[in-house]
């Protein structure tokens, strides 16, 4: 395949002029606010055309969430891909210690979320494409499972997981607030929560 090499040499430069495109829009995001940054503003400062801007991000919006696509296509593999004997829930731990721990470490994080906290256009996005996040990894885990499309508890579990980011924003200690997450999961609510003096009513003669 002598074609190979130029392919690939293809590929990384698509791949970087995107990230050049998605850094500099959210650099003019961060510092004048999303409403007031236009699409010709974003193109300017990543040294490209609106054409070739538009043909990497199909709206305004999808400048800030630059990496959903990649996000859905990980949670995905993470369900069809997981090692022979390891189950859903536990592969999906595995990808949120691995993928969502070191974002939530990042103190551009505070930032990013304020900003798309503050900017109602990005609020509505970001809902959208969680519902078909959800949407996705309910369907791969029901397929995966042997289950019929829709089932109640592949959907809950695809929702639970895509929480868990907001979850563990902030936190302290990041991957022990994703264990204690999963570990709901796997061991219930009683269990992580409830403590035999914490049962209401008890110790009461």
Do not use: N
């Amino acid at each position: 395949m002598p074609d190979s090499p130029t392919v690939g040499r293809r590929e990384r430069k698509k791949a970087a002029t995107r990230q050049t495109i998605a850094d500099a829009a959210l650099e003019l995001f961060l510092e004048h606010g999303f409403e007031r940054v236009s699409v010709r503003d974003v193109a300017e400062r990543a040294d490209v055309s609106t054409t070739t801007l538009f043909a990497h991000f199909p709206s305004k919006e999808a400048l800030v969430f630059d990496r959903e696509e990649e996000v859905e296509a990980g949670l995905i593999a993470a369900v069809r891909e997981r090692p022979e004997g390891r189950s859903v829930i536990e592969e999906l731990r595995a990808h949120a210690l691995k993928s969502w721990v070191p974002i939530a470490s990042d103190p551009r994080l505070r930032r990013f979320a304020a900003l798309v906290d503050r900017t109602p256009a990005l609020r509505e996005y970001a809902e959208r494409m969680w519902m078909r996040h959800a949407g996705a990894l309910g369907a791969a885990i029901a397929e995966e499972l042997g289950r019929e499309a829709g089932d109640l508890a592949c959907s809950a579990l695809a929702r639970f997981v895509l929480e868990v980011p907001a979850l563990i924003r902030g936190r302290r200690d990041p991957s022990a607030a994703v264990e204690t997450a999963f570990d709901l999961l796997v061991h219930g609510w009683r269990s992580q929560c409830e403590s035999e003096g914490a049962v209401k009513g008890s110790g009461k003669g």
